[in-house]
């Protein structure tokens, strides 16, 4: 979760931006301690040491992977804030989220209580929200549209978005949206839930139908100022409303076998019982037919057989 200039109404409140802007312009406390790592500051109070010196651990390899795996300079000096669940609710104004950035200013702030509970944990945590810090600091804010944002951050950490999702959604089609529409995600909570899926799915789509380089591509072109549907028809010949045409067939295709499968679950575990039984039957007729056989034969050699 992150929080643009003009952030989204809702849960994408100006009161967490605020809030976050009045702790770095507070008087600092000594309850207040930071440590470098690399070009990253990370910022924590004294009961948050042990998970400050983890970040202070695995930072340079995300700052590599991400470079190394979206094709982007990841020089994004990022201050790296860890604060417990009181303190994190004052200032994303959400229960739901456990972490966010602003690109902006070049924040991560994250919920130490839980960015340890599954499906959460704090390298995949961080690399979500480093991913838009990197994004943001490579592609200008009109050019990114909130869907390639997520989608792109989710893929980054392998699937895990920000927010306590629960399991993983099923998209219906009543659930999915145009990617026009989601240039800015819902307000409802179980809209934002359908906004992140559905941004997850298409980008997964797009490198599972086009290859790496096809998001690649299309990353650079964003880079390059093109507007989403330039750069979408540069690299994988799809303009928005076309990818989501596509996309949306394979996931009714993919929907239909699943929902196929978890309905008729027991009639189908039959028949492949029922097959199998009538498999090892045939096979054990076949197996006392060559028994006979060979059995007929030894009587025929016995008999030719002088004494």
């Known amino acids: 979760m992150f929080y643009r ?3 989204d109404k809702g849960v994408f409140l100006i009161i967490p931006v605020l809030a976050v802007v009045l702790f770095f312009t507070a008087p600092p406390t000594h309850a207040e301690q930071a440590m470098k790592s690399g070009d990253a500051t990370i910022i924590f109070p004294d009961g948050l040491f042990k998970p400050a010196l983890e970040v202070r651990k695995i930072y340079p390899g995300l700052e590599k992977d991400i470079e190394r795996k979206l094709h982007l300079s990841a020089d994004i000096h990022p201050k790296i804030i860890l604060v417990n669940r009181g303190d994190f609710l004052r200032m994303a104004g ?15 702030v994250l919920d ?7 499906p959460f944990n704090l ?3 961080l690399s979500h929200e480093l991913c838009h810090l990197v994004l943001h600091g490579n592609i200008k804010s009109e050019n990114l549209p909130r869907w390639i944002d997520e989608g792109v951050c989710q893929w980054f950490s392998d699937g895990v978005d920000e927010i306590e999702a629960g399991e993983r959604i099923v998209l219906s089609g009543t659930e999915m949206s145009p990617l026009s529409r989601l240039s800015r995600f819902p307000e409802d909570d179980a809209g934002v839930r359908n906004a992140y899926a559905e941004s997850r799915s298409v980008v997964e789509y797009i490198v599972k139908e086009y290859g790496k380089n096809g998001l690649y591509r299309t990353l650079e072109g964003l880079k390059q100022g093109r507007s989403p549907d330039e750069a979408l028809k540069a690299a994988i010949s799809l303009d928005t409303d076309g990818l989501y045409a596509r996309w949306r067939r394979y996931m009714e295709r993919k929907n239909t076998v699943f929902l196929f499968l978890s309905r008729e679950v027991y009639p189908v575990l039959f028949f492949l019982a029922a097959l199998a039984t009538i498999c090892g039957y045939a096979r054990f007729v076949k197996r006392r037919k060559e028994y006979k056989d ?6 025929e050699d016995d008999q030719g057989r002088p004494f």
């Open 112 to 118: 130490i209580s839980r960015v340890y509970a599954k």
């Open 5 to 7: 200039t003009r952030p």
């Open 94 to 108: 959400t229960p739901v989220a456990v972490a966010f950035a602003q690109p902006e200013r070049g924040i991560i």
């Open 123 to 125: 390298n995949s945590s």
């Open 294 to 299: 060979e059995d007929e034969n030894d009587e």
